[in-house]
């Protein structure tokens, strides 16, 4: 059984860092892409990052870029997401998502559509 659990959220101030993991199991870990997701109240699920457990390529959104990194350890089937200069309008609840992805593939997948699995996600809240 595939199962993904985030963790690491939480409330932070603005400016501040967090991260967050998703623990993977039930799968070849190495042969998927991971990815975050992340959706406010009123607002539709937006993909934040995501890495290709194989090759380690990565995608980032341009809202995050050079403020969030992505990383996997797959000794331990773990991607984190560490989140600095963190702002008020990045309060979501945050979710990491799996999908079978080869290097062969091509671009990796950013939607959430692509994606087969899904965790529970975990809250993140920066206060101003």
């Known amino acids: 059984e595939v199962q993904l659990v985030e963790s690491g959220g939480g409330l932070v101030q603005a400016g501040g860092s967090l991260r967050l993991s998703c623990a993977a199991s039930?799968?070849?870990?190495?042969?998927?892409?991971i990815g975050w997701f992340r959706q406010a109240p009123g607002k539709e699920r937006e993909g934040v990052s995501c890495?290709?457990?194989?090759?380690?390529?990565?995608y980032y959104a341009d809202s995050v870029k050079g403020r969030f990194t992505i990383s996997s350890d797959n000794a331990k089937n773990t991607v984190y997401l560490l989140m600095s200069s963190l702002h008020p309008e990045d309060t979501a609840l945050y979710y990491c998502?799996?999908?079978?992805?080869?290097?062969?593939?091509?671009?990796?997948?950013?939607?959430?559509?692509?994606?087969?699995?899904w965790g529970q996600g975990t809250q993140v809240t920066v206060s101003s």
């Open positions: 998502a799996a999908v079978a992805y080869y290097m062969d593939y091509g671009a990796l997948p950013t939607m959430a559509y692509e994606y087969d699995y």
């Open positions: 890495i290709s457990s194989s090759d380690g390529s990565t």
């Open positions: 039930g799968f070849t870990f190495d042969d998927y892409a």
